[in-house]
């Protein structure tokens, strides 16, 4: 295997991890360079990745391939607990510091890429080593001990340039803390615990789109957050994502309703996406008046090209008053309207492909069941999810892995638009 790495964004958990399959005779060879890729052992396939988090999930899928699901789960839920990590101390602090009270590491009875990602993030991370200066918190303090003393995180830290780890803390202490709320975890059996989940506060939902029957996914799901739900007296918010008007379908809706009562799940809450429309209008106005989105008339063909060889749009720096004109065309679902989307503005040269500018609103001009034709515009799962998230209170957003790469996207437009950050937890589908 060969790995690129990109000096000023260097992948620390990954290097780590790279270390220790090393030490476990795995062959791995790493390179400095513009790149962030990874040539796979048989060098027949060269990916990229886009952070930390992603290389150490190429490194496990390629080198460990007998781990069973119950260590799968684990290690997602460390993976994305330490993505929330340096955002929520002392909360996380507070939580990681009760769970390895009892424990040696993370996971098992040996060093794990769980201990590595997690570790990565406190060693460089501004805003820990300004608590740890009082000696507090002291399991955690042992446990950083233990795993630097560990011969492939010692080498790896020695080996990095020498500029490094300088970037990863700029970056850390640039970092802005979320509005988040919870902190003590609760064990339940052999469920895993969920991070900052504080009792008779924690808000789940299960959100179906009406476009078809519940599959054994969804039940899957709904008795997941069912369970969080309970173990933590918390809320369960039943929500339909009704944001695209040429599938919605009340029959639909009328028998998945029927399912959850079947699968004895009782929400404490039910609501549409469809009712949040106008604030979400402003949402999307709000981003293209400070420049981060953009309306754009690209054929979808030419648009999906584009996104995938990483080129800007003709219309990605348009000015706000052309994206503002564009846009009431859009909102009346005129001739010029109908030919256009909504973008945001983030990275199209980033290695994450739900990154490189994605649609968050598309003009519709046919009835929805439930708004008929007062709407011509319609927003994007993706764009509606994390806004109505934040706006009904949730705090926990259970969703499958198949997701992972959408979650820096998630994150972006929670920070984009200042809304209060819900905690992502991913589990096996």
């Given at each position: 295997m060969?790995?690129?790495?990109?000096?000023?964004?260097?992948?620390?958990?990954?290097?780590?991890?790279?270390?220790?399959?090393?030490?476990?005779?795995?062959?791995?060879?790493?390179?400095?360079?513009?790149?962030?890729?990874?040539?796979?052992?048989?060098?027949?396939?060269?990916?990229?990745?886009?952070?930390?988090?992603?290389?150490?999930?190429?490194?496990?899928?390629?080198?460990?391939?007998?781990?069973?699901?119950?260590?799968?789960?684990?290690?997602?839920?460390?993976?994305?607990?330490?993505?929330?990590?340096?955002?929520?101390?002392?909360?996380?602090?507070d939580y990681l510091d009760k769970t390895l009270g009892a424990l040696?590491?993370?996971?098992?009875?040996?060093?794990?890429?769980?201990?590595?990602?997690?570790?990565?993030?406190?060693?460089?991370?501004?805003?820990?080593k300004e608590i740890s200066k009082s000696g507090a918190p002291a399991?955690?303090?042992?446990?950083?001990?233990?795993?630097?003393?560990?011969?492939?995180?010692?080498?790896?830290?020695?080996?990095?340039?020498?500029?490094?780890?300088?970037?990863?803390s700029k970056a850390s202490s640039r970092r802005s803390p979320p509005a988040g709320d919870a902190s003590g975890?609760?064990?339940?059996?052999?469920?895993?615990?969920l991070p900052h989940a504080e009792m008779g506060k924690v808000v789940v939902r299960f959100p179906p789109e009406a476009s078809g029957y519940l599959h054994i996914g969804h039940a899957k799901a709904a008795l997941l957050n069912q369970y969080y739900q309970q173990a933590f007296e918390g809320k369960l918010v039943m929500r339909f994502d009704d944001t695209n008007p040429a599938k919605e379908n009340v029959e639909f809706e009328k028998v998945i309703l029927e399912d959850v009562e079947m699968l004895e799940i009782k929400p404490d809450?039910?609501?549409?996406?469809?009712?949040?429309?106008?604030?979400?209008?402003?949402?999307?106005?709000?981003?293209?008046?400070?420049?981060?989105?953009?309306v754009d008339d690209t054929p979808a063909e030419q648009m999906k090209n584009e996104r995938e060889q990483k080129v800007d749009s003709k219309n990605r720096n348009n000015?706000?008053?052309?994206?503002?004109?564009?846009?009431?065309?859009?909102?009346?679902?005129?001739?010029?309207?109908?030919?256009?989307c909504v973008r945001a503005k983030i990275d199209m040269q980033s290695a994450n492909g739900c990154m490189r500018d994605p649609t968050i609103y598309r003009c519709k001009p046919e009835?929805?069941?439930?708004?008929?034709?007062?709407?011509?515009?319609y927003p994007t799962y993706d764009f509606a999810c994390p806004i109505v998230d934040a706006v009904e209170g949730v705090t926990h957003v259970l969703r499958t892995m198949e997701y992972h790469d959408r979650d820096p996207q998630f994150y972006w437009f929670i920070d984009a638009l200042g809304l209060r950050k819900p905690y992502i937890w991913e589990y096996s589908r």
């Open positions: 060969k790995i690129s790495c990109n000096k000023s964004n260097p992948p620390l958990g990954g290097l780590l991890a790279v270390e220790l399959y090393r030490a476990a005779g795995k062959s791995i060879e790493v390179s400095w360079g513009a790149d962030s890729t990874v040539t796979l052992p048989n060098g027949s396939k060269t990916v990229p990745y886009g952070t930390s988090n992603d290389l150490i999930r190429i490194l496990e899928n390629a080198f460990n391939k007998a781990a069973g699901p119950l260590q799968k789960v684990t290690m997602n839920h460390w993976l994305s607990f330490s993505l929330i990590l340096d955002d929520e101390i002392p909360k996380s602090i040696t590491y993370l996971v098992g009875e040996a060093l794990s890429v769980s201990d590595l990602a997690v570790f990565s993030v406190l060693h460089v991370s501004s805003k820990f399991n955690i303090l042992r446990w950083m001990k233990l795993i630097q003393a560990q011969p492939p995180v010692a080498k790896a830290l020695k080996e990095l340039p020498a500029d490094t780890l300088e970037n990863l975890p609760k064990q339940e059996g052999k469920f895993v615990d809450l039910f609501t549409h996406t469809s009712q949040y429309f106008d604030l979400m209008l402003q949402y999307c106005e709000q981003l293209i008046k400070e420049g981060k989105a953009f000015s706000v008053q052309k994206n503002m004109q564009l846009w009431e065309e859009m909102k009346k679902g005129s001739s010029t309207g109908v030919q256009c009835p929805h069941p439930r708004t008929g034709t007062q709407y011509k515009v």
